[in-house]
């Protein structure tokens, strides 16, 4: 398929995902959708309240493409219960939109783990996954980003299913980031197969066997220095990880911040001229990997485009998660992966 | 046992373990000797070499107290295997000092995985205790420390072994850190007993039930948050995280370096004198955790104070492990875990 005939983008938006919704996710994908002005918009919720935050923000939209749902999930329904409890929840109705073709990506920011269900059984794996991954940029020390797979889609996660979460994010690396051959690390205590679990030293030879680019074992510090372009684990591992990165700058905050409130010689330091230098400086620096800005986390193995974002994601963030959903199917991400994929299977 | 009555503190030092041994191990280890003047040093390792950096580096020491060791395990060295193949090695020789009581502490910046097993099998462990663990400090937002447990000693641990951790953790807290009551938790990646894995809810079940003060599951962003005051988690995990934290500094350094290359706008926001004026903020804010002043970390369990320190520790590191060790002893670490494991044993 190329891009000459394939259909017009469309993407649809959870516009009840988030803490912030519908406001946010209306705000934010309207904005995408008058930028690009090349995709299909489809908001997905209550229509009372989508069209309640069109009208009261002025926005330019047509209303045929409210899609209405009844249900909806929030952050503390159990991940697995939505899909009995919740059937007609924005998140059920919007992957469905996906199922049936009538768009090609679904984006949201709420509950993540009911957004892996809904997209996993709303959309169906693609032949040969047997775990999608949500993989997540995180920033390095070459001014890079180093992937990091999976992130929390799934924990307890089988050496076959690291192996595929390998295989899925290169391709995204490859397609969507440009890296042509991406470096793959396995995270593990050490360099040596001999340690860490046997999970690991099974994983590495999966690995190892395949035609990726597998570099080997790598460790905690290898994710800033840049080492692999991807490091695979386990979603648990990966989950905490992620999550401890994303705590780094309101940590540094709080330390600068500890440090100038010791003496006024600290303060002086800190803020020669009464405000921090450095403190844009480092929002600049570690910009590129703030969720507002990486435009979500794909969920990579099901049959179509699915993007989760943060539940506090600002406008922006919805805005960039569209617009990365668009370059997606801009660049056949989907089509890639079912490729790369057929391939595999014809190897075995 | 008293302060009165109890014997003179003796430390022994494994002059052979560390990037830089026996330089660093045994100048370090003398500082701290000609410093706090009430305790025996012992060197441990080959006596030409130590009595080589003494006699170069003009140091005031009585050979007496070098207790030779023909072997030296190196960083490439398997750890279990360092036991059979040398079994007189400085690492051996050292435990060997604590087992028979002639001193009550053994510090090294050797290879970590030897120095758990010459540890566990040189000294014992403490009855009661299954695995020992490794015990960390991380920087949280509060200005204070997050410690976390197990980083390492041991991967694939079970939830009576994580319970240990948390218990021998908490005694440290409490005994050398003077937190009373010590806030555990362990982590995971979401609140709710239902995520994560079994033995996640396995070691949570075992936790609530003690009298420890748990608080239930954490996530990644609660390390720097400083939500507990411990967490604790297989050494997998552990191990990966601090050395994920460990790197961070490295990591800004080279994210504000590449910030300020970018433009000479940039520059001169980072460094309006011409130097950082925020680097010695952050090199302090940073510097309670820095390995060179957090004095190594204890291996809790096992019979006898046993302190392990970064392969590439200065004399400063070497310095404020032996003064650790000190402080443990004159605080009767290893009296009170005993203490504790026996009231622990009575109550089942």
């Given at each position: ?103 090609h990506a679904f984006v949201s920011a709420g509950n993540t783990g009911a957004m892996v269900v809904n997209s996993i059984f709303g959309m169906g794996r693609i032949k040969g996954v047997s775990r999608p991954t949500l993989t997540a ?11 990091l797979a999976d992130v929390g889609a799934f924990v307890d996660s089988k050496p076959q299913h690291i192996f595929e979460f390998a295989l899925l994010s290169s391709i995204l690396l490859r397609e969507i980031y440009g890296i042509k ?157 079912k490729e790369e994929l057929t391939r595999y299977a014809e190897k075995k």
């Amino acid at each position: 398929m190329t891009n000459d005939t394939k259909s017009k983008c469309a993407i649809a938006i959870d516009a009840m995902g988030g803490d912030f919704a519908p406001h946010n996710a209306v705000v934010g994908a309207i904005e995408a959708f008058h930028e690009a002005k090349d995709f299909d918009l489809y908001l997905v919720g209550k229509t009372d309240e989508i069209k309640d935050v069109i009208s009261k923000n002025n926005l330019n939209f047509n209303s045929d493409f409210i899609v209405h749902a009844d249900q909806v999930i929030d952050m503390h329904d159990h991940p697995t219960d939505t899909m009995k409890k919740k059937p007609n929840s924005s998140m059920a109705v919007g992957a469905k939109l996906v199922k049936t073709g009538k768009a090609h990506a679904f984006v949201s920011a709420g509950n993540t783990g009911a957004m892996v269900v809904n997209s996993i059984f709303g959309m169906g794996r693609i032949k040969g996954v047997s775990r999608p991954t949500l993989t997540a940029p995180l920033p390095n020390s070459n001014d890079g980003f180093t992937f990091l797979a999976d992130v929390g889609a799934f924990v307890d996660s089988k050496p076959q299913h690291i192996f595929e979460f390998a295989l899925l994010s290169s391709i995204l690396l490859r397609e969507i980031y440009g890296i042509k051959n991406p470096r793959v690390g396995l995270i593990n205590v050490g360099e040596e197969d001999s340690k860490g679990y046997k999970l690991t030293s099974d994983t590495a030879k999966l690995l190892r066997e395949s035609d990726l680019n597998f570099i080997g074992n790598v460790e905690g510090n290898d994710i800033f220095k840049g080492t692999a372009d991807l490091i695979v684990c386990d979603g648990f591992i990966g989950n905490i990880l992620l999550k401890f990165a994303e705590s780094m700058p309101s940590f540094l905050k709080a330390a600068i911040k500890n440090y100038s409130n010791k003496s006024l010689a600290n303060k002086l330091r800190v803020s020669p001229f009464g405000f921090p230098p450095t403190k844009r400086a480092f929002k600049e620096s570690l910009s590129k990997a703030d969720p507002d800005n990486v435009g979500g986390l794909p969920l990579l193995g099901v049959n179509g485009i699915s993007i989760i974002g943060h539940g506090s994601s600002s406008t922006l963030a919805i805005k960039n998660m569209v617009l990365a959903a668009r370059k997606m199917y801009n660049k056949n991400l989907i089509i890639k992966i079912k490729e790369e994929l057929t391939r595999y299977a014809e190897k075995k």
